[in-house]
């Protein structure tokens, strides 16, 4: 429909006069072809604080450029629309750079308005794209039309396949591995840790491979391992320096219950959950996915012995989850994988 519409608009522009120009960019003026803000939050960029604001999620790492933007254009609600605004980028969507301050002029209300040609990103990479407009042309809500971004693909400087940290059986060591399957102007890997997911320490360098197309396995081991969950992440940097966030994984060490036995795992289907203790609390099991979701939990009542219990993964997509076994004050935590 959209195509026809507009097919038949320069087909009226052209009969009008051979050397007029259709206007390719025009924009609508339905109130629901926007974004409109009454209501300020809490801003994704928290130097931002609260305010009325628009985030994109451009689904995937770019190098953008330049912006054409289109103000609110609804007929007798162009007040409403942005007057000055900061501009913000991220890769992560919690880091983010300012591109700038800017100011955009109100829309005409006609079905001719183009909208205006906005700032250059100048080949800046990000994911994320954030506006948080500072003035209106007076309306009591805050609208914008929307906005174009000239894109180009990032090259990315590391390919990354996985990043694991599994603690030993009997939790006095865990084993950091990754793979990456490509490397370009690669210097080294930084892998940091914390108790908490928030305080970060560096742990270590790794030396990487500098520009490599094939596939190139890294192991480490860290010995100075807390009781409870050890928290890392795998970062890059490249030969200019230029910082890259890879991954981040929790190992959870808390080995109290040691008469625990799951076979098999891996599994496809089922597996059988052995657990030997003369403690006569009921048992509460639970399972997450790799980010730390909580995706079953169920309680079962103690055998005063062995507690067998046969697991199902019909619930479970194909991957890696962590087992939660809890009984009374005693606790056992074990990595499963869904075949």
């Known amino acids: 429909m959209k195509t026809k519409l507009f097919i038949l608009i320069c087909g009226l522009c052209f009969l009008q006069s051979a050397n007029s120009q259709c206007f390719l960019d025009r924009h609508s003026t339905d109130w629901n072809d926007g974004w409109e803000s009454c209501t300020m939050a809490p801003n994704p960029n928290d130097a931002r604080g609260t305010t009325h604001w628009i985030h994109y999620d451009l689904g995937y790492d770019y190098i953008l450029n330049e912006m054409h933007l289109w103000n609110s254009n609804a007929f007798g609600k162009t007040d409403q629309g942005v007057q ?12 983010w750079d300012e591109l700038g301050v800017y100011s955009l ?33 007076g309306g009591s809500c805050y609208s ?18 996985f990043f694991n940290a599994n603690c030993s059986e009997d939790g006095s060591y865990v084993n950091l591995e990754w793979e990456t399957t490509t490397e370009i102007n690669s210097d080294y890997f930084v892998i940091e840790k914390s108790q908490n997911g928030e ?18 396995n890294y192991t480490e081991r860290d010995l100075d391992v807390a009781n ?3 928290y ?49 609390s009921d048992i509460e099991m639970k399972i997450y996915n790799s980010i730390g979701l909580l995706v079953y939990q169920k309680q079962y009542a103690s055998n005063n012995g062995i507690t067998q219990i ?30």
């Open 144 to 161: 914008l039309g929307e906005l174009r971004i000239e894109v180009e693909s990032v090259v990315v400087p590391v390919e990354l396949a």
């Open 84 to 95: 000055e605004f900061y501009v913000d980028y991220s890769l992560d969507g919690i880091t």
């Open 228 to 230: 409870g969950k050890n």
């Open 232 to 280: 890392y992440r795998l970062i890059q940097y490249d030969l200019d320096g230029k910082r890259n966030d890879l991954s981040m994984v929790v190992s959870d060490c808390e080995r109290d219950i040691t008469g625990v036995t799951i076979s098999p795992n891996p599994f496809r289907e089922e597996t059988l959950i052995s657990i030997q203790s003369n403690d006569p």
């Open 199 to 216: 305080d970060w320490k560096k742990l270590m360098d790794i030396k990487a491979q500098g520009n490599s197309a094939n596939q190139t």
């Open 105 to 137: 002029s109100q829309a005409t209300g006609s079905g001719f308005y183009e909208g205006f040609q906005g700032p250059d990103f100048n080949g800046a990479a990000a994911r994320y794209v954030l506006i948080t407009p500072i003035s209106n042309y």
């Open 310 to 339: 046969r697991f199902e993964s019909e619930n479970l997509s194909v991957g890696q989850y962590y087992l939660s076994i809890e009984q009374g004050s005693q606790k056992y935590r074990k990595k499963l994988v869904v075949q």
